[in-house]
């Protein structure tokens, strides 16, 4: 294993373990002339007899990789000999792993599953319609990265391969067992386009589900059977996909792209519908003089009844004291109504409302975000921006009050980029804007800071950071947000200013500055407690014990 410091072919300084997998490990290195991060896997030679075929499929990786070009794809630079290990040197790609992303939180959300599905799609398009056609052969989570832009990336192409038409039979059999199509395994053909749209459709059930194809009882059972809410479209699909036979599967990423992009077609209810239409069109034109005039008076009553029972389940959440019951009764007022957006931005309310978002209340969330009827879809297209206000609000429950503090950033961040895209034209809330477009940024540097101050890493982002923290204390002077987010702000402030204060020496930033602002903050504390209350009151006094570690902490500033 490479040591922290450690200087490879006199130019790529190893930073930090970033992943390890079975005969690998991952290492962030920086090319200090060019100040230019790079990603560089470590694979170790464990066995002699597999060293041929660890060299071969290195080789044919960076073959494969130097002539590819898309925005889906890393790009190899180099492969190095390293004291009996193999290096190879790659673009650093930010973000976690769809695997990281399971392991964190378990199935995933059935639209971002349908968008990453669909950006797969286009990557694999790109690699079949290359002359002769590159076929991947190895999708599975762990190979497919997440940036914080929410865009994908397809890494580690080991077992890749180029398709040969005259060919009967692969030479070597790579895959992943459980994500492996079947002529993946030996002795049924050579892999084609259809070998990767197999692996696709497994990737994307294990992603639905949670439930990983490669582990015991390695069934691949109906999605809508491990989860009743999922979409039977995408469950048509992925059974599609995994066919066995591959003459059954879609027969190209341009046929299985089209499917994702028309799933809600594909189910049931849909697909009776299209039987029946013709069936009843004739004798509809027949009634349509008498619906006429019995559909206005109907749909007025309709329309009452619904708005009646919309405001009688919105009022009882309203007057619930607990937040299940409130929950309980603000979906079923989404459920009547999914246009409208009292209940969506109350419920966000109450996610926060006792100081702390729980994994019980983000489960609700995530229903909300998973359902088959796409709530949060009609919302948006009803009113954006009132559904980027509820977006703000969730990126705000993430980031100031979920549980779990050292992941609050990371998913705060998909909330206020989507409240940032849908704020942006409208002038009245120009503020919320400035604050999403922040947080965003943010949220990412958090995800991807993994270097302690101690190390010459990124001095540029920690600063990019702090003045971050600095912009928004004057939007928040400008126009206060609550107490406990404001206080929650200091804190980060006071918390970054210790962590940080060797970056902030290096960037020019002085003592004076930084106990300034810390005097402006203990200003505004002093009045705050003045009218605080509760669990304020306990935010107050911990803003202040960390002002008194920042200002030790600073103290090597000049």
């Known amino acids: 294993m490479l040591k922290v410091g450690t200087v490879i072919d006199s130019k790529y300084k190893i930073l930090n373990i970033i992943g390890s997998g079975g005969m690998s490990t991952v290492y962030l290195a920086i090319n200090e002339k060019a100040n230019k991060l790079w990603a560089i896997k470590e694979v170790r030679r464990d066995a002699q007899t597999e060293l041929d075929t660890i060299r071969q499929s290195l080789i044919r990786e960076k073959e494969i990789l130097t002539r590819l070009s898309h925005k889906g794809l890393p790009s190899i630079i180099d492969v ?24 964190k939180q378990g199935a995933q959300p059935q639209a971002a599953v349908v968008d990453w599905a669909i950006q797969l799609c286009e990557v694999l398009k790109y690699l079949h319609s290359l002359n002769p056609p590159i076929i991947y052969r190895d999708m599975k989570p762990s190979n497919i990265m997440l940036r914080p832009d929410n865009r994908l990336v397809l890494i580690d192409f080991g077992t890749a391969r180029e398709y040969k038409e005259k060919s009967l039979t692969d030479t070597t059999y790579l895959g992943t067992q459980g994500y492996a199509a079947p002529e993946q395994l030996g002795g049924i053909g050579q892999t084609d386009a259809r070998t990767d749209i197999y692996s696709l459709g497994t990737t994307m059930y294990h ?159 995530v229903n909300l975000v998973i359902s088959s009827d796409d709530y949060l879809e009609k919302f948006k297209e009803r009113n954006p921006v009132k559904y980027a206000d509820f977006c703000y609000s969730v990126g705000n429950a993430y980031w100031f009050y979920y549980e779990h503090e050292e992941s ?21 809330r120009t503020v919320e804007l400035k604050r999403s477009r922040l947080y965003a940024q943010m949220g990412s540097f958090r995800m991807n800071a993994v270097l302690s101050p101690e190390n010459e890493y990124d001095k540029e982002e920690y600063i990019k950071y702090w003045n971050n923290l600095l912009e928004l204390k004057g939007i928040n002077d400008a126009e206060p947000d609550k107490d406990m987010i404001t206080l929650r702000l200091y804190e980060e402030i006071a918390r970054s200013a210790a962590e940080y204060a060797g970056f902030l020496l290096d960037g020019g930033i002085t003592k004076a500055e930084v106990n300034e602002l810390f005097d402006d903050i203990r200003g505004d504390v002093d009045k705050m407690e003045a009218r605080a209350t509760g669990s304020v009151l306990e935010e107050i006094e911990d803003v202040r014990v960390l002002l008194e570690i920042a200002e030790e902490m600073t103290a090597v500033l000049p």
């Not at 190095?80 to 695997?99: C, Q, R, S, W």
């Not at 479209?233 to 036979?245: F, K, S, V, Y």
């Not at 459920?335 to 409302?353: H, I, P, R």
């Not at 909330?415 to 409208?426: F, G, K, P, R, S």
Request: net charge negative.
């Open 80 to 103: 190095v000999d390293y004291e009996e290990n193999f290096l190879i040197v790659m673009d650093y790609i930010e973000g976690i792993t769809l695997k990281e992303a399971l392991d």
């Open 207 to 365: 992603l639905l589900t949670g439930n990983n194809p490669s582990e015991p009882p390695y069934e691949l059972y109906p999605v809508t059977k491990c989860n009743p809410i999922l979409s039977d479209g995408l469950e048509h699909i992925i059974c599609r996909c995994t066919q066995p036979n591959p003459q059954k599967r879609y027969q190209s990423a341009d046929e299985l792209l089209y499917a994702l992009k028309h799933y809600k077609e594909l189910e049931k209810k849909t697909v009776h519908g299209y039987k029946r239409k013709m069936q009843i069109f004739c004798a509809n034109i027949l009634l349509a003089a008498l619906t006429l005039s019995l559909s206005f008076a109907t749909g007025v009553r309709a329309h009452s009844k619904q708005e009646n029972e919309y405001e009688y389940f919105v009022g009882v959440a309203d007057k619930a004291s607990d937040f299940d019951t409130k929950a309980q009764y603000y979906l079923k007022a989404i459920d009547t109504n999914a246009q409208s957006e009292d209940a969506y931005c109350k419920l966000a309310d109450n996610f926060v409302s006792d100081g702390i978002f729980t994994d019980a209340e983000e489960a609700v969330l």
């Open 408 to 428: 609050r950033g990371i998913n705060a961040v998909r909330w206020y980029a989507e409240a940032q895209e849908h704020y942006q034209y409208n002038e009245e």
